[in-house]
């Protein structure tokens, strides 16, 4: 959870940003179960502290608290929707365990897309 006072409008890409909102109500739709998002958009110190790479804090990526047959049931509905990177968190606790999705595009040298990887 991001502290009061280290969110950074100026840091999200309003464009990027719904279209995400989009794609996830696209989601949602299909889906036809409750997502829990467990993280959306964080700031750039809160990333740093936990170690975690920059995707939250455009805004464009989400982790969906989810396991097991929904968990794969959700993956392939990412995919049909464009989603470009996606994290699977499938070990341990069930309600540890989680997706991380989001629609980064490819630059070369910084974002490789598609990708998929694990924790």
């Known amino acids: 959870m991001v502290a009061p006072g280290h969110y ?15 794609n996830r109500a696209r989601i949602r739709e ?15 110190d809160h990333c ?14 989400v982790d969906v608290s989810v396991s097991g047959g929904p968990a ?21 606790a069930h309600k540890g365990r989680f997706l991380h999705l989001d629609d980064l595009e490819y630059k070369p040298g910084e974002h490789i897309r598609p990708t998929i990887w694990s924790y």
């Open 72 to 92: 794969y049931e959700l993956l392939g509905i990412a995919l049909e929707e464009g989603f470009t990177g996606i994290g699977v968190k499938q070990k341990g």
């Open 8 to 22: 950074s409008l100026r840091s999200i890409n309003l464009s990027r940003l719904l279209s995400i909102r989009c």
């Open 30 to 44: 299909q889906f036809a179960k409750p997502m829990v998002i467990t993280s959306g958009y964080r700031c750039q």
């Open 48 to 61: 740093a502290k936990i170690g975690s790479t920059m995707t939250h804090t455009t805004g464009q990526a």
